[in-house]
């Protein structure tokens, strides 16, 4: 059984950063792409960003592009997603996710396993 377990979320202004970590157990981490996803209140989860299981081709939403980077450590099992730059509108709970897979995708409908989530509040 997988385990996802966020951690990093909080609150801070607008402008600023934050660093979400994941940590995976319960499987050989190192073969498996990850991603980021996010639901916003009243809102769809929706597609962050999401790296492959070498670490060596990324995806980010339109959105976050440029002010968001997505990392890997296989070594230490943990997926990372560093947020700068941050704005109101990126504010959410914010979830690791694991497809079954080694390429990264950007469907939701690709990821089996999910973390609990960790809310992300950015105030202006």
């Known amino acids: 059984q997988v385990q996802l377990v966020e951690s990093g979320g909080g609150l801070v202004q607008a402008g600023g950063s934050l660093t979400l970590s994941c940590a995976a157990s319960g499987r050989t981490f190192s073969t498996k792409a990850m991603g980021w996803f996010r639901q916003a209140p009243g809102k769809e989860r929706e597609f962050v960003a999401a790296i492959n299981w070498s670490g060596y081709n990324t995806y980010y939403a339109v959105s976050v592009k440029g002010r968001f980077t997505i990392s890997r450590d296989n070594a230490k099992n943990s997926v990372y997603l560093q947020m700068n730059s941050l704005k109101p509108e990126d504010t959410g709970v914010y979830y690791c996710?694991?497809?079954?897979?080694?390429?990264?995708?950007?469907?939701?409908?690709?990821?089996?396993?999910w973390g609990q989530g960790i809310q992300v509040t950015v105030s202006s």
């Open positions: 996710a694991e497809p079954p897979r080694i390429v990264a995708s950007t469907s939701i409908s690709d990821y089996t396993y």
